[in-house]
């Protein structure tokens, strides 16, 4: 895969940020079911441009290589490291 071809799938299916696996089921789920080519708005390219797109980047995100290390854990839990103290943060 090159990026472009990435790029262009992030493109097609409006996603401009970081996104979970639910949430781009979810995002797959509702520009298909609007450009179903039984809808009033419907297209078979657009249709199959989704379909493309949403396998090229599920099959990104299944085959990411984590990292497990702290910084990275601590980059996707901000309070783990100060879950008595989080309120305390409000008051600084």
Do not use: C
Request: overall charge negative; proline content about 4%; hydrophobic content about 25%.
């Amino acid at each position: 895969m090159r990026y472009e071809d990435f790029d262009k799938a992030l493109e097609s299916l409006n996603i401009v940020t970081r996104m979970t696996q639910s949430e781009l089921k979810n995002q797959y789920l509702r520009l298909s079911k609007k450009y179903h080519p039984d809808m009033p708005d419907g297209s078979d390219e657009r249709f199959k441009e989704i379909s493309e797109a949403y396998k090229l980047i599920r099959n990104y995100m299944r085959n990411y290589r984590f990292s497990l290390d702290k910084d990275e854990f601590d980059s996707q839990n901000p309070l783990s490291n100060r879950p008595d103290d989080w309120f305390k943060s409000f008051n600084s």
